[in-house]
């Protein structure tokens, strides 16, 4: 047995069709059936049922996939170390995070790491928490920044909190509503609401439970787009309202172009967001002076945030 029939292997179960598993690992369809066949001998089971040119995995199969792919894993992760430790001190680094985040702070995180590392190369992907959830699954990235609870009860990944966010109502600074003490879902019905961003399953229940709206929750929004300039600018130019965190909307409550609304009942939201990561993978070493800047900046939104909630 050799960790490449067990990549394999695991290339078949993840796409369920041997020839688009061939294409993943780059061989023919007979070689990547050789390869499957000669596994099978070595484990003296059948992984697979063949019956109408198609492979079904078999309860061997199934029990025998989180092995395979620990071991596959740990087989990459071991020549990633090493060839960190040949490359010196900077190596790739690939991360993600929000589009909430990534207006403020994506690019003084960029411009610091590449002051402190010259030879560093960055990726850096802007995503919905679920997206980046997937891409880091597929190590494509070294870590994100977004909702922590989507490592929740997951032994393969860390989560480090970081920042509470609150929630509010927001319009620009002359809509008619605003100044209005206990505004309604109702009165709010009456504009155009913009739907922002991830929410994940839990908040869009507590959501419809709190103003009776149905699901899915994007029904409720005239617009729903998750670019948070536009969504600021918007805000900014039209009588629409949104829901949202008041760290997305930093900047144009700090401009004064919006205000947060007096709704009621309030919208009390629980999330938080952090650093969430591979528990296995090996950090290149310009990935912890990022979690620094990342720290940093939680620290300070936290304070300025506080000036502006209702």
Known sequence: MNTRQLHHFVAVMDTGSLSAAAEAVHLS??????????????LRVSLFDRSNRRLHPTPYALEYLD???????????GARALSLMKNGAYGPLAFGLGSSLAVDLLAPLINELIANGPNLRVQAQVESTDALLDSLRREKLDFFVGDVSSAASSADLIAEPLYKCTYGWFVR???????????????????????????????????????GWRLPLEKNFSVNI?????????LSTSNMISPSTYNAMHQPLKSKAVVALDVYP??????????????LRTLVPSTEHAFE???????????????YTV
């Open 29 to 42: 369809v007979p070689a990547l059936s050789r390869s499957l066949k000669a596994l099978e001998d070595e």
């Open 67 to 77: 092995r395979a792919r620990r071991i596959v894993f740990d087989e990459r992760e």
């Open 173 to 211: 600074h002359d809509h008619p509503l605003a100044g209005k003490k206990k505004i309604t879902i109702s009165e709010l019905e009456n504009y155009p609401i913009i739907g922002s961003g991830y929410i994940s399953d839990t908040l869009a229940f507590n959501i419809s439970q709190l103003y």
């Open 226 to 234: 998750n670019n948070l300039e536009t969504i600021h600018k918007l």
């Open 266 to 279: 309030k919208l009390n939201l629980d999330m938080t967001l952090g650093i969430v990561r591979l528990a």
């Open 293 to 307: 800047i990342i720290r940093d900046y939680f620290i300070k939104i936290e304070k300025e945030v506080s000036k």
